[in-house]
């Protein structure tokens, strides 16, 4: 199994509509999660942190599921400009090093 | 700008070619990861740094690739006899204490 898991998609989706997106992890010792956005051969930038209470931004919401060992992402209200791959990204320790293990991302392509 | 700078950002170079790559972290960001990305691909861990000791490296990676990062600030990816199966996406990220990982915009390396 891999350590860190997500649907590639394509999701292609209408304009206006919810998306939700999941990625699951095998290390239950994870620490940190993330969702990050990539756009096309752009480097990936932080989207939102997930905590244990779940968080909300606007659109966007990202919770945790340690039990399950799943993150998940929630896009309301989709826009245009959401295009884009979404990465997971799970960190834990290993010995000295602090390991952040990426998922491959996930296609979202939002249609007029 | 504050941000992960990295240079080039392309590189054309015949197979066979030695080929350097500079990253320059936040200020006082003391983890540092390179990373490899190819189209539709989630980023391939390369090696890993903190301050200046290089604490992991992928088994994945041969040893034509060799990364310093000598006093704990800038880093560099050396890649020896290149081969076009190098070809790809070259990217710099750095962490402080948390995890939220800052990337640069990448190099883009082409062996033709």
């Known amino acids: 199994r891999k350590e860190v898991e997500q649907d590639p998609g394509p999701f292609n989706v209408p304009e206006g509509a919810t998306v939700a997106f999941n990625c699951t992890y095998s290390n239950s010792a994870s620490q940190s999660f993330f969702w990050y956005r990539q756009d096309c051969r752009k480097e990936p930038k932080l989207l939102m942190s997930v905590y244990s209470s779940g968080n909300e931004d606007g659109r966007f919401t990202a919770q945790l599921n340690r039990a399950s060992q799943y993150i998940s992402l929630l896009i309301r209200d989709s826009k245009l400009s959401d295009s884009a791959t979404y990465l997971c990204v799970v960190t834990f320790n290993a010995g000295n090093n602090r390991k952040l293990i990426w998922g491959l991302g996930t296609s979202l392509a939002v249609n007029p | 700008d504050t941000g992960v700078s990295q240079d080039p950002r392309h590189k054309i170079t015949k197979r066979g070619q030695n080929v350097t790559f500079r990253c320059d972290p936040i200020s006082e960001h003391n983890r540092l990861y390179w990373y490899r990305q190819t189209l539709g691909q989630g980023p391939e861990f390369l090696t890993y740094f903190q301050n200046e000791a290089q604490l992991e490296k992928s088994r994945l990676l041969s040893d034509r690739f060799s990364a310093e990062r000598p006093k704990g600030s800038f880093s560099t990816l050396e890649i020896q006899r290149t081969e076009q199966g190098d070809s790809a996406m070259y990217l710099c990220?750095?962490?402080?204490?948390?995890?939220?990982?800052?990337f640069g915009q990448g190099t883009r390396l082409t062996v033709v």
């Open positions: 990220a750095t962490t402080l204490w948390t995890d939220e990982a800052f």
